[in-house]
């Protein structure tokens, strides 16, 4: 299991930006995939995008890529979310997951508390 903490959240104004964290603890995360999702109100949880621990390579929606960008530190075991060019559409709950590569059962899924993220027009 892994444990996952996000922080860096707020209120920003349309166009502006802000990078969110996710502090992982547990056990290492070298076969693991991260990411993040959002949840808006009203709304399911859906994708934002991916990083492989070791690959580094990621993974985008549609309507967060060419502004969003995900990254990582592997010494402070943390994960990047930085936002560029917000949208008042981006406000969200934004969760920080993680999973072993090879598995892909629901009971794998690893999830933070969530932090919010308001864009205001």
């Known amino acids: 299991q892994v444990q996952l903490v996000e922080s860096g959240g707020g209120l920003v104004q349309a166009g502006g930006s802000l990078r969110l964290s996710c502090a992982a603890s547990g056990r290492t995360l070298s076969d693991y995939i991260m990411g993040w999702f959002r949840q808006a109100p009203g709304k399911e949880r859906e994708f934002v995008g991916t990083?492989?621990?070791?690959?580094?390579?990621?993974n985008y929606a549609d309507s967060v890529k060419g502004r969003f960008t995900i990254s990582k530190d592997n010494a402070k075991k943390t994960l990047y979310l930085q936002m560029n060019g917000l949208k008042p559409e981006d406000t969200a709950v934004y969760y920080c997951?993680?999973?072993?590569?090879?598995?892909?059962?629901?009971?794998?899924?690893?999830w933070g508390q969530g932090t919010q993220v308001t864009v205001s027009s």
């Open positions: 997951w993680a999973r072993p590569q090879t598995r892909f059962g629901s009971e794998y899924n690893n």
């Open positions: 990083i492989g621990w070791i690959s580094a390579r990621t």
